[in-house]
């Protein structure tokens, strides 16, 4: 589940610093507070790549998700891009669980052979 999910919250990373761009040139943000939420965001999500596997480490990734998608009322590309990261993060926890549950049962039977 760690690979897959720091796979999405390094693209997260980049995603929110194109959009912390695109919010410059905004006439209503300033760039100091725009490089604020935007850093705030670009480190939550590289520090969750260290902390997945532990406790809330998952649902602080929900929190993200919901983050990105809630930066669309500032610049509106970011519902759809929100969204389709929300879609990865489900998959990455979704899937990621089910490898990491095969690779336990791989291991368990070869332990037993």
Not at 88 to 96: Q, R
């Amino acid at each position: 589940m760690r690979t897959l999910c720091a796979s999405t919250l390094i693209g997260e990373f980049f995603v929110i610093g194109f959009a912390g761009l695109v919010a410059m040139k905004s006439d209503d943000l300033s760039n100091a507070t725009v490089w604020t939420v935007c850093g705030i965001g670009m480190l939550l999500s590289v520090l969750l790549c260290g902390v997945i596997t532990r406790p809330g480490g998952v649902q602080l990734g929900w929190v993200l998700q919901i983050a990105l998608v809630a930066g669309g009322f500032f610049i509106p590309m970011m519902y759809i891009l929100g969204l389709l990261f929300g879609a990865l993060w489900w998959a990455s926890v979704h899937y990621g669980r089910k490898i990491d549950e095969a690779k336990a049962r791989w291991a368990a039977q070869e332990a037993t052979s």
